[in-house]
Each structure stands twice: as structure tokens, then as C-alpha cells.
């Protein structure tokens, strides 16, 4: 995160001094919310580390979660090509919005992969009793290695001898035992997918 961002930059004078904040799901990259942002409010955002508004309805700043605890931690941040709109890359702790969804925006859109390392990654923290991943985390590294092994034989031979459904079904389970050796051994789907986007061209 950059910390010495070029607060004054902006073009604060455009909008009365406030400049709308998208923030977005550092992990996922859904659209959880849209708030507005003071320099003041800005800079506590920038020291803090969690996300922090202007309420226009409050007339103060405002840190996001700052009752719930369901806080924005800040991971990175960039204004647009005016300089007069942010964009904030933010891990939530917990839902965003005050309805108890992920998102403001009900039907954001976001990466169903990126969501389902997240999950699997609380599971090797929390490991709650009777998760299927709890028990494959619990059994290690081989075991996992040989579940990754079984299915990515199953996947090729749906390729192979049966049809799109059977064959789609198995490359998610394979995707699901891929992530979670990741996962076992310290690592991240994402960290995968930029060695991935390394090799283009």
C-alpha cells in the first residue's frame, strides 16, 4: 500500500471538496461499496490502514465498521485519469453492507475462484469440525498431493470418454484440490495465476 500518496493532487475543488471512493475486493475484485472521501478522511485512511469516509449524512468522518467491526483494510489505492474519483482495493471483515450482504451492489459480479481460495484459506485457519476441507488439510500435504493426482486422471478421462457436464464437474473438483495444495503448502491461487499472467505473449 502506498502510504505517501499524493494526497493533494486531487482535485478536491471539482466536487466541493469530496471525491466519490469505489472501493473494490482486493481478492475477489466485486464492487462492495461507494462512499465519499475528505483530504482529512483520506489521510486517516492512508495512517490507519482501514478505510475511513466522509458522511455526508453524519457530517463527520466515518471509518468503516467502526460499530460492527466489519472494517476495510486498505490494500491499495489509485485515483482515476481526472484525479477526481478513487478506487480502493480493501479486504473486508465481514459484510459490507448494512443489510449483512458481501456488497452494496447485490448482483456485483466478482471471481468465484478468488472467493473460493478465500474460503479455503479460513478453513486452514479456523478448521471447523466436519468440513470435508478441515479433514484434507488435517490428513496433509500427501494426501492432498494424491487427491490432486486422482482427480486431474478423472478430469482427462471425462475428456476423453464422457461428456461436457461430467467433464466440467471434474475440472472443478480438480480446480477445488489444486487450491487447497496451494493452500497447504503456503501459497495462493493468486500467486498462481501471476506466474500465469508472467508467460503471456
Not at 31 to 37: H, I, K, Q, S
Not at 61 to 90: F, M, N, P
Not at 91 to 115: I, M, Q, W
Request: overall charge neutral; proline content about 3%; glycine content about 10%.
Amino acid at each position: 500500500m502506498n502510504r505517501n500518496f499524493a494526497i493533494e493532487s486531487l482535485a478536491w475543488d471539482k466536487q466541493g471538496g469530496l471525491l466519490p471512493a469505489i472501493v473494490q475486493d482486493a481478492d475477489s475484485l466485486r464492487v462492495l461499496m461507494l462512499g465519499y472521501m475528505s483530504r482529512e478522511a483520506l489521510a486517516a485512511t492512508l495512517v490507519s490502514g482501514r478505510v475511513t469516509f466522509f458522511s455526508r449524512s453524519k457530517n463527520r468522518l466515518w471509518t468503516k465498521g467502526e460499530r460492527s467491526g466489519h472494517v476495510l483494510e486498505l490494500v491499495a489505492i489509485e485515483a482515476d485519469c481526472d484525479a477526481d474519483t478513487l478506487l480502493l482495493q480493501a479486504r473486508p471483515a465481514g459484510p459490507t453492507c448494512h443489510l449483512g450482504r458481501a456488497s452494496c451492489f447485490a448482483g456485483a459480479p466478482g471471481d468465484g475462484l478468488a472467493e473460493l481460495d478465500a474460503l479455503i484459506a479460513r478453513r486452514e485457519r479456523e478448521r471447523p469440525p466436519g468440513s470435508y476441507t478441515s479433514q484434507l488439510f488435517a490428513a496433509g500435504t500427501r494426501r492432498i498431493a494424491q487427491k490432486v493426482g486422482e482427480e486431474g486422471v478423472e478430469t482427462a478421462l471425462a475428456a476423453v470418454v464422457q461428456g461436457d457436464t461430467a467433464l466440467l464437474g471434474e475440472a472443478a473438483d480438480l480446480l477445488y484440490h489444486l487450491t487447497v495444495l496451494l493452500r497447504a503448502r503456503g501459497l495462493s491461487l493468486a500467486e498462481a495465476r501471476r506466474v500465469l499472467a508472467g508467460r503471456r505473449g
